[in-house]
């Protein structure tokens, strides 16, 4: 069993007598390693779902819309949307990917048409709310406070923050989103590792051992902060049973673990340490804070504490951009005097926004090679999109978090 081999054996050597270190410290010294095992095995998750029943019952839901696209796009973009919002969006796209590409085999419907705009309501709805994800909000809210902030931001301010840009991003998805993407006929897409009709049928019983393994392993995941079991170990367990108990095969499995998906990730993560390490962020911070000057136009100011995070989480991490901006923006805010709730939240709004680029987020690597996509189909429906939700961001969250 190589793969199992390779599933435990590329965690970094020395994790296992660090995991009673905060997931923080964890990610700070193996981040890459991290990110790379939690991608192999989520996608080795999606796999194993595809090879249960859900699939055929999402079919049957949606095939009597099979000629209604806009239909298609909003059950789709809803679905990716209530699933982010209680993990997060990396998690969603190995769950969501091979099953909308099922989908659009056996309705006849393209593929890409379906993959992004489900894949972008993915990114906005990640951390609206306190489960997933989103537990780490109220993380940034305690270095906001530490930082000498005035007022503290509530549970569930940074869902009510959302909510507006995660509805216009759906309706921007099904009225106009889904038209400006690629229209590739599925024969076209050499990708059988999520084609049921070559992979081995499973019998009753392995069928429901799938759907529990799956099932249990997404509700772990959920609740990794009440159980203190980290992601990346609950999708490495989930990932490793479904090939010990047969679900998939060690083919099936190795060919779920789309390689150029992965090094194209590995790729972005290393591209983001360097803006990290090198400390190009830090002087773009700085430059921020000289460019609000003694401005005390609320929308001014939002505009800058919102542009450059949003500009450069397009090509680094959010987590990255998060790290350095958090603390930045609160300092800058204080030093002002001024609240610097609307700025936090903006730049954890700008986080989620990464739609415009393919390094952007997981996610949208994830989705670039099965749609067919190019950087140039990014751009075309995603920088609209992400052009309409800055703008709303900059001029609501001063009407939420007022800054005097």
Request: glycine share 6%; net charge neutral; charged share 15%.
């Amino acid at each position: 069993m190589q793969l199992v081999k390779f599933l435990f054996l590329s965690f970094p050597p020395e994790l296992s007598l660090h995991l009673s270190l905060p997931e923080s410290e964890l990610r700070q010294r193996h981040s890459a390693d991290l990110s790379i095992q939690t991608l192999s095995c989520l996608l080795l998750i999606g796999a194993g779902l595809t090879k249960t029943k859900l699939i055929d019952h999402a079919q049957n839901l949606v095939i009597r819309y099979k000629e209604n696209p806009r239909m298609l796009i909003l059950l789709s973009c809803l679905a990716a949307a209530l699933l982010a919002c209680i993990t997060n969006a990396t998690a969603t796209a190995a769950i969501m990917i091979p099953l909308l590409i099922e989908i659009a085999n056996d309705i006849g419907t393209s593929r890409s048409k379906l993959l992004f705009p489900a894949m972008a309501c993915a990114n906005i709805a990640t951390s609206m709310t306190f489960l997933g994800q989103g537990a780490s909000n109220m993380t940034w809210n305690d270095i906001m406070m530490k930082g000498g902030a005035p007022h503290s931001l509530q549970v569930w301010d940074f869902t009510i923050a959302r909510i507006p840009l995660l509805i216009v991003t759906i309706a921007y998805m099904v009225f106009l989103g889904h038209k400006l993407m690629p229209d590739i006929d599925n024969s076209k897409f050499d990708d059988n590792i999520h084609n049921r009709e070559n992979s081995t049928k499973l019998s009753p019983l392995k069928e429901k051992i799938a759907l529990i393994i799956v099932l249990t392993t997404i509700i772990l995941m959920l609740f990794e902060n009440i159980i203190g079991i980290k992601m990346y170990l609950i999708a490495c367990i989930g990932a490793v049973l479904l090939v010990l108990t047969g679900v998939l095969s060690e083919k099936e499995a190795l060919g779920a673990i789309h390689q150029p998906t992965i090094f194209l990730f590995a790729g972005v993560l290393t591209l983001s340490d360097a803006i990290k390490v090198t400390g190009v962020g830090d002087l773009v911070a700085d430059y921020m804070i000289k460019m609000v000057g003694d401005t005390t136009n609320p929308y001014v100011m939002m505009a800058v504490f919102f542009t450059i995070p949003f500009l450069l989480t397009q090509v680094m991490s959010n987590l990255a951009t998060l790290t350095i901006f958090i603390p930045l923006v609160t300092s800058a805010c204080l030093k002002m005097g001024i609240d610097p709730r609307a700025a936090v939240v903006g730049v954890l709004t700008a986080s989620c926004i990464s739609i415009m680029t393919p390094m952007a987020a997981p996610c949208q690597i994830m989705i670039m090679e099965p749609g067919g996509y190019t950087f140039k189909d990014y751009l075309k429906c995603g920088a609209p999109l992400a052009l309409i939700l800055a703008m709303m961001t900059i001029f609501l969250m001063p009407l939420m978090f007022p800054f005097y």
